[in-house]
């Protein structure tokens, strides 16, 4: 069993541990982006933290991507410690970040880059939490595919003129999830 709760800067030593045993093959991110995004999107990122040990076992990054009106959430980075894995840890997680873009940023949908190969977390993101298949991208840096995945949280925000906010564009290029 794990709580979920946001995490704070002092967990980053811990949240990069955890990074690299999730994606042992992978460069982890650096200790400043990790706290760029503590520090910037507070509200958005959070950490699994083990009832017995208090050691953290899972994290997810979350942020707003577009500029004015044309803005939605996006998931940056998310991970679970295999020795935790399939005991509903990611959903939590999932959950918190997607209700924070809703209530604190009124986030209309969400979207993720996923790899093609990743059948546990494409399952998860639509099986477990409703995300729809948009397109598929060249977007790792090995060349291999992405699927990005969108998830809408809300109805779409009218303004008065009658007109809908839309997609703020492509999502960060850098991170992968
Ligand atoms: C993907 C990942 C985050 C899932 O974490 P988790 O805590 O095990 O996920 P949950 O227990 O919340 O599982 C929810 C659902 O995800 C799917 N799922 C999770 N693990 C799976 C697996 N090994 N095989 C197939 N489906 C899986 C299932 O639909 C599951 O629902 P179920 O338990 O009712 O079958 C975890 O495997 C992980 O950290 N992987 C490495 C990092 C990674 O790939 N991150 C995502 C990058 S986009």
Redo the contacts with the bound molecule.
Sequence with gaps: MADIRQATIFDIPAIQACDLL??PEEEPWDCYLYEEYIVFWPRLVYVAEDHGTGCIV?FVFAEMEGEGTETHGYIA?????PT?????????LMDAAQNALVQEYGSEYVS????KS????I??YS??LGYNYESAANFYENGEDAYVMQKQLQEKQTDILGTHSTDGGDPHKIFC?
């Design positions: 999730c994606f899972g980075n998310l991970g679970v410690l935790h894995r399939k005991s509903g840890i990611a959903k939590k993720l880059h996923v790899r990743n059948q546990a977390a399952n998860l099986e477990k999830c």
